[in-house]
T-cell receptor
Framework: NAGVTQTPKFQVLKTGQSMTLQCAQD?????MYWYRQDPGMGLRLIYY???????DKGEVPNGYNVSRLNKREFSLRLESAAPSQTSVYFC?????????????FGPGTRLLVL | GESVGLHLPTLSVQEGDNSIINCAYS??????FIWYKQESGKGPQFIID?????DKRQGQRVTVLLNKTVKHLSLQIAATQPGDSAVYFC??????????????FGGGTRVLVKP
């Protein structure tokens, strides 16, 4: 049981390049989330998916798109990267069981946009 | 708007002492609260949670206290160890299931354990 996995671990992009961050969970969770964390700050929600086939915007969605490919996978795409998107990106998943509401996080993807 | 915040950005504690990390929240409708620990270069790790129908919950060396009257949450770490050095985040979850159970995170408190 690997929990939440993310690829790549680290990426350097030039301004204007595109890339997709991958996330997968093996806990059979319905809800999945993408956050960004800037230095010295907490996590801000970019997008989330409450179930397979649905996605919704979070606090800071501009410049990003997401795809809930299936129940296991939730990807985050940067179509045209900007230096302001330099950050650490975390994926999380959550069970629907009210007795277990905690979100479980992946190890993060560190993105540098030059 | 709704927010979760912390009183102290950095807490230095002597090894073996108890640590107390505080958090204030503003959404009185929130019914679930979580503490996360984040070590350098890693993702947040669940420590302990508490529901709004409780005022105290204990885990292994950790205790979470919830004071709904003043909308305050705290995390107590007993006998702090070097491995407890990390950034600690509180998070709250409102009761609105339709909102995708989004968590609102505080800014974090860094705990430094001195040998």
């Amino acid at each position: 049981n690997a929990g939440v996995t993310q690829t790549p671990k680290f990426q350097v992009l030039k301004t204007g390049q595109s890339m997709t961050l991958q996330c997968a969970q093996d806990m059979n969770h319905n809800s999945m989330y993408w956050y960004r964390q800037d230095p010295g700050m907490g996590l801000r929600l970019i997008y989330y998916s409450a179930s397979e086939g649905t996605t919704d915007k979070g606090e800071v969605p501009n410049g990003y798109n997401v795809s809930r490919l299936n129940k296991r996978e939730f990807s985050l795409r940067l179509e045209s990267a900007a230096p302001s998107q330099t950050s650490v990106y975390f994926c999380a998943s959550r069970a629907e069981d009210r007795a277990q509401e905690t979100q479980y996080f992946g190890p993060g993807t560190r993105l540098l946009v030059l | 708007g709704e927010s979760v915040g912390l009183h102290l950005p950095t807490l230095s504690v002597q090894e073996g002492d108890n640590s107390i990390i505080n958090c204030a929240y503003s959404n009185s409708a929130s019914d679930y609260f979580i503490w996360y620990k984040q070590e350098s270069g890693k993702g947040p790790q669940f420590i302990i949670d508490i529901r709004s129908n409780m005022d105290k919950r204990q885990g292994q060396r950790v205790t979470v206290l919830l004071n709904k009257t003043v909308k305050h949450l705290s995390l107590q770490i007993a006998a702090t160890q070097p491995g407890d050095s990390a950034v600690y985040f509180c998070a709250e979850n409102g009761p609105n299931e339709a909102a995708g159970n989004k968590l609102t995170f505080g800014g974090g408190t860094r705990v430094l354990v001195k040998p």
